[in-house]
């Protein structure tokens, strides 16, 4: 028996506004303003996919409002047509966007030809009336529309606040298919849904490696428990752990190609330092006389990770340090507390509690101090971290059947992702792509 256990600036973000003024923000606060910013239509220099000004604006906007960043204004008050208006900062009318309200204006146009689509975006400070930063182009495939928008989009984030965003990430997670559970993934944003499994069979714990090419899952497609990988590009899939007994819980150790699992394979359950091809690296020796020890998850420097244990009489989250060896209880409140999840700022770790008879998801200093609860309503289990430590995801039945759902850090913005009929469970967060 084992227990089944993932958009907020963190404490200060900086903006880095066209002014050459920094201004520190502390965004979890109530009282932060989200920046206002105006994104038009796009402009289409050819006559081929015109309906994309729209969308491909409608998709920024999207990007830029689930960052907890920016309020983008509704384009009804917008007093230009955007295929009209200019794209150079002597073609804009700043004095008109700022009567409006906006602080930025993304400005973008396109052009498609045949099955090739060219996007070039700036930015505008409006209040000093010039360009933040240089103009971006973008290339690609016309199927590829929506990760070069994503792409734009992170390079507003990245010179306003000196930090990428997420949206070229994806969250898989396990879906329910009748009888059987699948492993899945998707766009951060929820869109473009893809099964990864086709077992017909119990899939469980997927666990992103770090270059977001493999995902590490448990299956019972043989009878018991074993670690599989698959290549997300190939759709080919590995043994990685197959030991007698249980082979669960898997985690990708940051920046390295190894991954954390719970074994039973030397009579005890504990967990073990694996590598991707099943040779035993490392036990960690966690356990305690007969006690369970499971759910690993890395601290971003990969030098400590978070676990569940129940060597107390009840699941409590625990940390182990590789180095030393040492092991310190981290939750006290509370008879069961699972699914510990590590912020990539190293500041946070996210946990699911049991609080008056319900599960939320809480969030507690590696310390130990500050532990508060994020969510208070419905069942709200197994948390984990978007890469820049902005946005938990997680999955709760709060609105009827299980789905996965987003919140910032400090438990506002909250929204539903997935949509799709049967349940959602057991999210984990994609690390970035690498951009060259």
Known sequence: MFFCFFLF???????????????????????????????????????????????????????????GVFRPLDRKGFLEDPQLMGLEASEIKFQDWSRQGADFLARCSYQVQGNSIKLDGRLFDVAGRKMVGTPKSYAGELRAWRQIVHAFADDIMMMLTGERGVFDTKIAYVQSVGSAKEIFYCDFDGNNPVQVTRDNSIALSPSWSPDQSQIAFVSYRDGTPKVYGINVFTNSSYLISGFPGMNITPAWRPGRNELAATLTKDGGQDIYLVSPTGQVIRKFGVGFGSSISVSPNWSPDGQKFAYVSNESGNPQIYTFDVTTGQKKRLTFSGNYNTSPAWSPKGDWIAYSGRDNGELNIFIIRPDGSENHALTHEGRNEAPRWSPDGRNIAYSSNKQGGSAIRIMYLNGTGDWQLTRQSGAQELPDWSPRRNRQ
């Open 9 to 67: 600036l963190g404490t200060c973000g900086l903006l880095r506004v066209a002014s050459a003024q920094t201004i520190y923000l502390d965004i979890t606060k109530p009282s932060f303003q989200r920046i206002p910013i105006a994104v038009p239509d796009f402009k289409y220099m050819t006559p081929e996919q015109t309906q994309l000004a729209r969308e491909m604006s409608d998709l920024l906007s999207n990007d830029l409002n689930i960052s």
